[in-house]
T-cell receptor, first 115, second 114 residues
Framework: EPEVTQTPSHQVTQMGQEVILRCVPI?????FYWYRQILGQKVEFLVS????????KSEIFDDQFSVERPDGSNFTLKIRSTKLEDSAMYFC?????????????FGPGTRLTVL | AQKVTQAQTEISVVEKEDVTLDCVYE???????LFWYKQPPSGELVFLIR??????QNEISGRYSWNFQKSTSSFNFTITASQVVDSAVYFC???????????FGGGTRLMVKP
């Protein structure tokens, strides 16, 4: 069964460093998403991406965040200068389309720890 | 703005008990989708069910059942004869017809004791 994969599973970084979280969505999916979950809290939407453009973003997704689909398979989230409060689990998701069948399939997550 | 409220932050039951997890939502959209996800201790998000706003039929899948009531903006989830493996955090979520973002509730931590 196809699945969304994410690497690394755990990333530890120093405050102020740049990190790139990587995701490989399901191959025929066209819509891609990033969510984050601070430990013990709810899952929060960051950004959605379609046709090489951001289609929606939340207030959390400020200028220090960016997303990219550098090739036909990867979807990345870059955090330019990490802060302590960026420590969270980051989930990538993808969906086939956004209408009738808009189930978002989630990856296993990357746990980001900022020291 | 959309909002999902799961008033029960934590529920503890003994194995074989039935348990209902509550979900209340707010949206101005006339077309929307509701979801339940399970997050076991390993941390991944496991899709359980999707329901669109035009389909108010209740659904049963094995020990799981869902009660969608548009009149009260609720989408409750019942586990019958709970098992220890059901122990997890359960999230209710809502998306609009554009489908480009999920709004999650705060989650309900279910602990099933043997």
């Amino acid at each position: 069964e196809p699945e969304v994969t994410q690497t690394p599973s755990h990333q530890v970084t120093q405050m102020g460093q740049e990190v790139i979280l990587r995701c490989v969505p399901i191959s025929n999916h066209l819509y891609f998403y990033w969510y984050r979950q601070i430990l013990g809290q709810k899952v929060e939407f960051l950004v959605s991406f379609y046709n090489n453009e951001i289609s929606e973003k939340s207030e959390i997704f400020d200028d220090q965040f960016s997303v990219e689909r550098p090739d036909g398979s990867n979807f990345t989230l870059k955090i330019r200068s990490t802060k302590l409060e960026d420590s969270a689990m980051y989930f990538c998701a993808s969906s086939e389309d956004q209408l009738d069948y808009n189930e978002q399939f989630f990856g296993p997550g990357t746990r980001l720890t900022v020291l | 703005a959309q909002k999902v409220t799961q008033a029960q932050t934590e529920i503890s039951v003994v194995e074989k008990e039935d348990v209902t997890l509550d979900c209340v939502y707010e949206t101005r959209d006339t077309t929307y989708y509701l979801f339940w996800y399970k997050q076991p201790p390993s941390g991944e998000l496991v899709f359980l069910i999707r329901r669109n706003s035009f389909d108010e039929q209740n659904e049963i899948s094995g020990r799981y059942s869902w009660n969608f009531q548009k009149s009260t903006s609720s989408f409750n989830f019942t586990i019958t004869a709970s098992q220890v493996v059901d122990s997890a955090v359960y999230f209710c979520a809502l998306t609009n017809n554009a489908g480009n973002m999920l709004t999650f509730g705060g989650g309900t931590r279910l602990m099933v004791k043997p």
